[in-house]
Structures are given as C-alpha cells and as structure tokens.
C-alpha cells in the first residue's frame, strides 16, 4: 500500500545527498561509519530532519483516500464498470490484489498506450475484456488513482478475501453501528430476538439486505418472497433503519462479515485510520513515526558504538555516555517528548467534563436489564414524559408498584455479585420508600413517604437546550442511539459524550423523516423544494444555527 | 543521569494527567462551570425552601393546572358503577386516534395485556404477573376503561401519571377496537 513510486524521486534524493556527505568525509559508507562522532554536527542535524520529514511524508501519503476515490469513482469510472459485477469493464473489487499498483496507475492513465507498447499484461487484459479500449486519463494525478483503487478496496467481501492481515476502517464503524442500532434485537453469533446475523451475507446478498435493513416493512408489503420468509423467523416485526446510509449499512455488512476482530489486529486498523480523520489523529502517528526513527538511531548509535569499544576498549558506561550526549539521540528524544507530552495535554483537556461511561452508584440496584431486556418492558412506560416533553423523567415510585405490587421477590436469573436476598432486599427498599406492606398487601396507613434520591447521571450544562419529544416524537429517533444498549446494563451508565460536536455531527448525517410528520409540512415541502431533494438534514432544517440549542 | 530523571519526572507528571477521571461513580472535572449549573432549582433536586425538602410539588388544592381536565368519579365501586354508565368518550373515532392509541397501548398495557388484549403480556408469559384478563371476559365500557386507566383496579394499577388526558381517551378507543374484534 506504500506508495513507493510516489517518494521514490524523494528518496533518491536523500540518499544522493547522504552518499555525497559521506564519501567526502574520509570514504566511510553510511553502513559502516565508524563513529558519530566524526560528523560535524549540523551534517547530522541535517540528516536527521531530512529522514525524519522523508519518513514524515512517507507517512503522510500512504493512505488513500477513500471518499474521495469514491467520488472519484462515481463521476469516471462507473459509467463502465461496478465494483461488485461485470458491467462494461471487469468489477473492480480487489483489483489491487490481482494486479500491482504501478501497473494500475500506469494502466488507468493511459491503457492504449500501455497496449500499443506491447505490454503482455495490458494486451491479456483488453482482450479478456471484449477488445473495448479503456479510456485514458491523463487527467487524474497519482494520488487520485490510489484514492480510487482504496476505494475499491472498500466492499465486505474484498474484506473477507483479503483475511484477517489487514481490517477495513469499514468495520470498526461498522461494529458501532451495530452496537448503536442492531444489538438491541441481534448478537453476532446467537439468536436474541432476531436471528445471528454472523456471515448473513453469505445468505442474503448486500442489495436486497440494504432495502430489508432501511424498511422491511415496505419489502415485505411488496411481496418479495425473501422478505416473507425472513419476516416468519418471529411475530415481532423488525424496526426499519432510514437514518441509516448506504455507507452505513456497507460498513455494518463488513463488521458482520468479520466479526470482532481481535484487539491487536483492530488496534492497527486504528492507526490506519489516523489520517483519514483530521486532529488529535495525526499526534499519535507522528510520536509513532519518532518512536520508530528513535530506536533506529538506537540501534545504528549502539552498532557502532560498540566498534568503537571493540577497538578502544571502552567500557559499558561510556557506551550509554556517548549515547546520551549524541545529538541526533537527543533531538529526537526532545520532539519525542514534546509531542508525547502534547499529546496527552490535549487529550487531556479534551476530556474535561465529557462524561462517557459514568456509573454512579444508584440507592437501589435497579437493572434495565432486567426490566427492559428480559421483560420487554417499554422504556416509556417508566420514562413517560420523553413523548411530550423536554425530559424524559425518572419514573416516581406509583409507577414501579404497577408492578411490583404483585412482585415482591425476585425469581430471574442473577446478575452481578448479588444472591437473590440481595435483589429481595432492593424490592424492599422501594416497599420502604412508599410504605407497602407485602404480606398484607396494601398500603400502611398514615406512612410518611420518602423519596427515592436516584443520582442523576446524564446532564447537559444549563446553556445548552436538549428537548426529548423533539427526537423520539418528532423525529422518531430511538433511546438506544444515544443511550447505547440500555437493555443490557445491569447498572445505568453514560454512553454518549454529550458534546456539542455529538449533537451537530447527527444533525449533520440524519435525514428527516418527511413523510410521517404532519405537524411540519408545510416547512418540510418548502425545505425540499429549496434544496431540491427527497432528503433533507437536520442541518438543512437549520439545526445548526446556535440559537436552537443556546437561548 | 539528570535527563533520566527528569524524563521519568515528566512521564509520571503526564501518566497522573492523563488519568485523573479513573472513578467513574463520580462525575468528571469541569473547568469554570459558572453557566452548567442552573441558578433556580432543578425539578428533581433538593429544596430547602419547602418543609417536605423537595423541589416537585403537588399542584395546590383546589386549582386545575392549564389542559387538565378533572375527574369527577370516585376511586369506589359505586364511582365504577356510575362511570361504566354515564362516562362517554370525547374524541371521535378515526384513524389518527385509533393510532396513537394503539402506539400508547403498545407502550403501556402491552407488557400485561398482550398485543390482542387476551391477556398474555410478556410478564404474563414470564409467569412475573398474573391474574390479567383477556378484554372480551368482562363487561368494560368506554367508560370503565377509562375509569380503570384513571385509578386502577384490584392488582392493575393506575395508569394515570403516565398518560394524558386524550391519550388515555385513545387508548379506550383502542382498547374498545381489540374487545370488539375479540367478541366476533
């Protein structure tokens, strides 16, 4: 994936520069330097930079640009070709794996060329494909080529073909959009209330599953016969995705393809993903890069300090000395420690007051897990007020005994440390709060009634307005996709970060529902109109504009 | 030397940095969190100002808050009696209300009553809670439904807090829908 070619002027370059350095001074090759220490000082410094910034750039242009090659893709390549099926040309997904990639760049740019010049490979390749020349394009740079063919890269099964060496970014995003809409019915590898969904593409293909995914509902009013049997796995109808994009459910069949991956592999794909995405990203790399280029010169310090030992017969601590007091060594190790140091301070401030994964402990071991995944009991039906109002509401006491004036002990599966006392005892305290007696089986009379003071876990800064019918009434938007899996916590946690950020990059990416909505029709229509689209954001709504969160 | 202990210095300074939040039952720092805290009191917060210490407060007697309707029917057998009688649904019956019913009773009776009303709710199923009855055992009318949703009866209790006024309305209306297709 390294683009060789691309540095390959800059490279010679270097090592001109270095031979020409070197051979001047007393004949030594670059290998076999004898000591550091007879290099002036400045040569190094010199040195040291110019590979730094080579490895730096290195770097910086390994990674092609995916949604660019997208782009890319969409306006030139696909009127011939697809990635998945033959259209004019051959698919195109895995191509980097058939051919390589300078052949590739030099094919893309100027196929009849390479034909006419007798090239075996190009020759094979137009005749296998009918003799239809490929158009030329000159036009695109090398980078432009290698965003395209990381785009092609990009569908599930080169995924799976490509094996477990190197993870699509894909799927990590992948995982989280599962995490976020599809664990609440689905596990990878068993069945929850909708089947194990592990390798479904192997069963359904990615086309028909992107329509199943965003409205099942309408497939199968539609009569397909696929949808009919799927919809028979179970009576409880699948909920219908439209927030989710193409990229999206790409993602997601990518992370179902795979699975979890194991932790040191998807740590890679991790770095990998630095420069896709722009901040904090490219410090870690860059630490990365000097870590490397530090033990480099630690190993080339150490080699050829110990000839110097061999020769003068110096002992270990002036090998360490001289180590220390190199130049190069300590340049390094000052920017090592300076970014490291950035690094942790910016990240650092950035976590201020963000709150993701707060877990109070609350009076009473209350388990959503219990309640709304083995029970199935509606969020709303204790959070009532989200429908109408700005909050959601703790449920107040009247609510629980609904319930619990008929179950006073607790007979489900154990979770965490507790023995099924403990969870008896947790009723009790709900019994104590509102004065039930449970062997008599009604209120005391003239009990004074104490409040339930749960801790309040998630809260935004006063400045900021948050209302919740606007998101589950208005717009439809499920609890889970900013609580997170709350049918599976035992102890409530925070699961979203609650910044600004947070809320703008959803008004950014979700589309309005603009059918189902009476109450804004008319400005619904207008928008539509303005923007000439079926779809529009929130964005486009103006939910952007400060003033509909700060007033 | 020196450099490696300043080195080791730096690295234990940046190592408690960057780990400051490791409790996570307490909340994270805030820096100059002079506009994150409301002035006046939060609905469920503490409240010196009143004798029983809380901020919520029941509405005082005898005042009707702004869209609240009042329930003149006793919580007695004689206020069910009356209300499975004189009780009459406001609304209209069409489909918008049919379907927010539904979508009510989806949220709040399904858990017990099941999706047909027949009285096999999840929690029914689970064996946590028993005694519900299937809607077509009983001689219900818009009125006693409502009055049910108002106060509760025997083991059900009320409803009340969770719905609104026209939404339990819409729930009756539904309710009614379920027993009918049940009696054919």
Known sequence: MLLLSNHAKMIKVIFLYMKKLYQTRKKISFLNMKSVKQHSPLSRLVISSLAFLFFF??????????????????????????LDAKLVGPALKGVTERRDQAWLIAWIKDSPGMIKSGDKLAIQVFEENNKLPMIANPQL??????????????????????????????VERGKQVFKTNCAACHKLDGKLIGPPLLHIEKKYDAAWLKLWI?????????GDPLAKTASEYSPIAMTPFPQLTDQDIDDLLKYMAVGDVAPVVAATSADQEIFNKPGIGI???????????????????????????????????????????????????????????????????????VNVGYQPIQPIVFSHAVH???????????????????????????????????????????????????????????????GWDKTNVKYIEGYEQKPIEWVRIHNLADFAYYNHAQHVTVAGVQCQTCHGPVQEMHDMKQFSPLTMGWCIDCHRTTAVDLTKNGYYKNIHDQLSKKYGVEKVTVAEMGGLECAKCHY | MKNILKISIALAFLFT?????????????????????????????????????????????????????????????????????????????????????????????????????????????????????????????EGSIYHVIMYGRNLMGSHASQLTDKERWQVVMYVQQLRNELLK
């Open chain 1, 57 to 82: 750039s290195l770097n910086l242009s390994a990674q092609g640009d995916p949604a660019n090659g997208e782009k890319l893709f969409k306006s030139i390549c696909a009127a011939c070709h697809k």
């Open chain 1, 141 to 170: 740079s090398d980078q432009d080529i290698i965003d395209i063919l990381e785009y092609t890269k990009g569908a599930p099964v080169a995924a799976v073909a490509a094996g477990t060496t190197e993870v699509d970014p894909g």
């Open chain 1, 214 to 222: 965003k409205d099942n509902a309408a497939l199968i009013a539609s």
């Open chain 1, 283 to 353: 410090i870690p790399t860059l630490a990365i890069t000097i870590g490397v280029l530090l033990l480099l010169s630690l190993i080339v310090a150490a080699t050829t300090n110990r000839k110097v030992g061999e020769e003068d017969e110096e002992s270990g601590v002036s090998v360490l000395k001289t180590l220390i007091f190199n130049p190069f060594v300590r340049f390094l190790a000052v920017i090592f420690f300076l970014l490291l140091g950035a690094w942790f301070a910016f990240g650092y401030l950035m976590q201020i007051d």
């Open chain 1, 372 to 434: 709304s995944g083995d029970n199935k009991i509606d969020c709303q039906y204790c959070h009532s007020s989200a429908k109408n109002s700005k909050t959601s509401g703790i449920p107040s006491a009247n609510v629980c005994m609904n319930c619990h004036k008929s179950i006073s002990e607790y007979k489900g599966e154990l979770f965490g440390n507790n023995t099924k006392e403990d969870l008896d005892k947790e009723i009790q305290k709900l019994y104590d709060a509102v």
């Open chain 2, 17 to 141: 940095l960057s780990s400051c939040w490791l409790d996570k039952t307490k909340p994270n720092y805030q820096y100059m969190p002079d506009m994150y805290k409301p002035v006046g009191y939060e609905t469920y917060s503490v409240n010196p100002n009143f004798s029983d210490g809380r901020t919520s407060q029941q509405p005082v007697e005898g005042t009707i808050a702004r869209g609240k309707v009042p329930y003149d029917y006793a919580d007695t057998t004689e206020g069910y009696d009356s209300a499975l009688v004189n009780l009459k649904n406001p609304l209209e019956v069409n489909e918008e209300n049919l379907a927010n019913g539904k979508a009510m009773f989806t949220i709040y009776c399904i858990s017990c009553h099941g999706a047909a009303g027949v009285g096999d709710g999840e929690l029914v199923k689970r064996d946590k809670f028993l005694g519900v009855p299937n809607y077509k055992d009983r001689p219900i009318t």
